[in-house]
């Protein structure tokens, strides 16, 4: 009862000529073709308002013949969380939750996704890391330390997911022999042990393990797109247009700033500046990867559709030389943002800074009390 399709980002290249590859060329494109209103939100729906009988859940009968009468006698009746993308006669994705399953040895207070699917049509929308965003934010709320999900082997989901700190639980099998993936939310006292990066692929989203961080400007506009979620987020500045970077885990930042010192696992805490506001941190990051470079396909091919640049944007930036590009993994929207009226903010920020800054020290320790990372 799980099947997931989210596609990758790439770009050709040879030389100055080089063009985007079809299924590149598709996700920058794929929006404006299909104009779907504001940027997508996962909302929680009753299982008995779902239409199982929609052409979206046509794969998950075909290999799970049960799967209407497990629906109408199990989620239904129990009201298990169900989060969907899109209208609940035909979403476009869903995850349905089980709290407390601790099956295969785990702990009891695991939660199961017992089903996870995104559209086929929903191509290079990232709707599969939106929807993952925002079942692990619930799970842990439960509270849970650990989620699992049976996956068939066959199923690209398993290599996705891995991405994402799921691991292949050794030993086991569901009936059907299905693997067992499971994801740890906490660390217990292993954190001290593992670097900032692997602590947060492992345990995150919502998970930090704070030893650098950097503060990052991001003018309003730009943070609206990339941070749909936010509190601040004009949405209706952008409808019409669903835009992939505001879904995605995975993120893109790029600048021309002269800062190459942001590195895999330092903190991101990205400062929006509105009037009135005077610095309004609402979003933070981890740093997963950095490219620079003036080469526009190079990082094209870095980027994807994961920043909200199109190619066109991209070249001229690289035209006016060097870009920094930072690949980094979105860990959290604060439900309050910081500003300058929170008590020990000016520790963190003394004022909206013009390029990528490092976090002074007395910044880092109010940043690890508000965290507790």
């Given at each position: 009862e799980i099947t997931v399709r989210d596609w990758s980002s790439d770009v050709c290249s040879s030389d100055l000529t080089h063009v985007l590859d079809a299924r590149q060329f598709l996700e920058?494109?794929?929006?404006?073709?299909?104009?779907s209103g504001p940027p997508p939100r996962v909302s929680a729906e009753p299982a008995s308002q779902i239409n199982v009988r929609s052409s979206f859940f046509s794969s998950l009968v075909d290999r799970y013949p049960e799967f209407h009468d497990w629906w109408r006698g199990k989620v239904v009746p129990q009201e298990r969380t169900t989060f969907i993308v899109g209208d609940p006669g035909d979403p476009q994705a869903l995850a349905v939750i089980k709290e407390?399953?601790?099956?295969?040895?785990?702990?009891?207070?695991?939660?199961?996704?017992?089903?996870?699917?995104?559209s086929a049509d929903a191509r290079g929308q990232r709707y599969g890391e939106l929807l993952l965003k925002a079942a692990i934010q619930y799970i842990r709320a439960i509270p849970a330390s650990a989620v699992f999900l049976e996956v068939a082997a066959d199923n690209e989901l398993v290599k996705?997911?891995?991405?994402?700190?799921?691991?292949?639980?050794?030993?086991?099998?569901?009936?059907?022999?299905?693997?067992?993936?499971?994801?740890?939310?906490?660390?217990?006292?292993?954190?001290?042990?593992?670097?900032?990066?692997?602590?947060?692929?492992?345990?995150?989203?919502?998970?930090?393990?704070?030893?650098k961080a950097f503060l990052v400007p991001i003018l309003p506009g730009w943070h609206d797109r990339l941070f749909p979620g936010s509190p601040s987020a004009q949405l209706s500045l952008f409808a019409g247009v669903t835009e992939p970077c505001g879904n995605a885990i995975t993120k893109v930042y790029i600048s021309h700033t002269r800062s190459r010192q942001p590195a895999r696992g330092d903190v991101l805490v990205f400062v929006e500046s509105r009037i009135g506001t005077g610095g309004r941190v609402s979003n933070l990051g981890v740093v997963e990867s950095v490219l620079v470079s003036a080469d526009p396909i190079e990082v094209l091919r870095f980027a994807g559709s994961r920043t909200v640049y199109t190619p066109q944007e991209v070249d001229a930036m690289c035209s006016k030389g060097e870009v920094h590009v930072m690949k980094f993994r979105h860990d959290r929207t604060l439900t309050t943002p910081w500003g300058p009226a929170v008590r020990g903010y000016d520790a963190l920020v003394r004022r909206t800074p013009q390029s990528i800054a490092a976090v002074r020290k007395e910044g880092l320790e109010w940043l690890k009390q508000q965290l507790g990372g």
């Amino acid at each position: 009862e799980i099947t997931v399709r989210d596609w990758s980002s790439d770009v050709c290249s040879s030389d100055l000529t080089h063009v985007l590859d079809a299924r590149q060329f598709l996700e920058f494109l794929e929006p404006a073709r299909h104009p779907s209103g504001p940027p997508p939100r996962v909302s929680a729906e009753p299982a008995s308002q779902i239409n199982v009988r929609s052409s979206f859940f046509s794969s998950l009968v075909d290999r799970y013949p049960e799967f209407h009468d497990w629906w109408r006698g199990k989620v239904v009746p129990q009201e298990r969380t169900t989060f969907i993308v899109g209208d609940p006669g035909d979403p476009q994705a869903l995850a349905v939750i089980k709290e407390y399953d601790a099956d295969y040895g785990l702990p009891q207070d695991t939660a199961k996704i017992c089903t996870f699917k995104v559209s086929a049509d929903a191509r290079g929308q990232r709707y599969g890391e939106l929807l993952l965003k925002a079942a692990i934010q619930y799970i842990r709320a439960i509270p849970a330390s650990a989620v699992f999900l049976e996956v068939a082997a066959d199923n690209e989901l398993v290599k996705w997911l891995g991405r994402f700190g799921f691991r292949v639980l050794p030993g086991k099998q569901a009936a059907n022999k299905d693997k067992v993936m499971v994801k740890r939310l906490t660390a217990g006292g292993r954190r001290k042990n593992l670097d900032p990066w692997t602590y947060h692929k492992i345990y995150g989203p919502g998970a930090l393990h704070i030893q650098k961080a950097f503060l990052v400007p991001i003018l309003p506009g730009w943070h609206d797109r990339l941070f749909p979620g936010s509190p601040s987020a004009q949405l209706s500045l952008f409808a019409g247009v669903t835009e992939p970077c505001g879904n995605a885990i995975t993120k893109v930042y790029i600048s021309h700033t002269r800062s190459r010192q942001p590195a895999r696992g330092d903190v991101l805490v990205f400062v929006e500046s509105r009037i009135g506001t005077g610095g309004r941190v609402s979003n933070l990051g981890v740093v997963e990867s950095v490219l620079v470079s003036a080469d526009p396909i190079e990082v094209l091919r870095f980027a994807g559709s994961r920043t909200v640049y199109t190619p066109q944007e991209v070249d001229a930036m690289c035209s006016k030389g060097e870009v920094h590009v930072m690949k980094f993994r979105h860990d959290r929207t604060l439900t309050t943002p910081w500003g300058p009226a929170v008590r020990g903010y000016d520790a963190l920020v003394r004022r909206t800074p013009q390029s990528i800054a490092a976090v002074r020290k007395e910044g880092l320790e109010w940043l690890k009390q508000q965290l507790g990372g």
